[in-house]
Nanobody, 126 residues
């Protein structure tokens, strides 16, 4: 059974930093991504990475501020979020799957992401 367990969300002031983690069990991560859904908005891809190709994708809104990474030994992926802004406030989800459809396409459409974490709230507010 595939399980993704997220942690690391919370409340942070504008300009602050947070790191979210996603531990996977029952499945070896080959590609994975972070998505977010703000209140009243559709879920959107934030950052994705393919371990097989090394390619990464970052949404324009987070480029230069967020970094996606993974620890193979722990089967865990991370999202380091720096210089946080109020508009980054959302529920963040990690996801993975078995049908790789491309880093850019998968991250922008959600295609190929079949397994999802429970979500973690990130709130950026003073």
């Amino acid at each position: 059974q595939v399980q993704l367990v997220e942690s690391g969300g919370g409340l942070v002031q504008p300009g602050g930093s947070l790191t979210s983690s996603c531990a996977a069990s029952g499945f070896t991560l080959v590609y994975h991504g972070w998505f977010r859904q703000a209140s009243g908005k559709e879920r959107a891809g934030v950052s994705c990475i393919s371990s097989s190709t090394g390619s990464t994708y970052y949404a324009d809104s987070v480029k230069g501020r967020f970094t996606i990474s993974r620890d193979n030994s722990k089967n865990t992926v991370y999202l380091q979020m720096n210089s946080l802004k109020p508009e980054d406030t959302a529920v963040y989800y990690c996801a993975t799957g078995r049908r790789y459809t491309g880093t850019y396409y998968g991250c922008t459409t959600g295609s190929g992401y079949d397994y999802w974490g429970q979500g973690t709230q990130v709130t950026v507010s003073s």
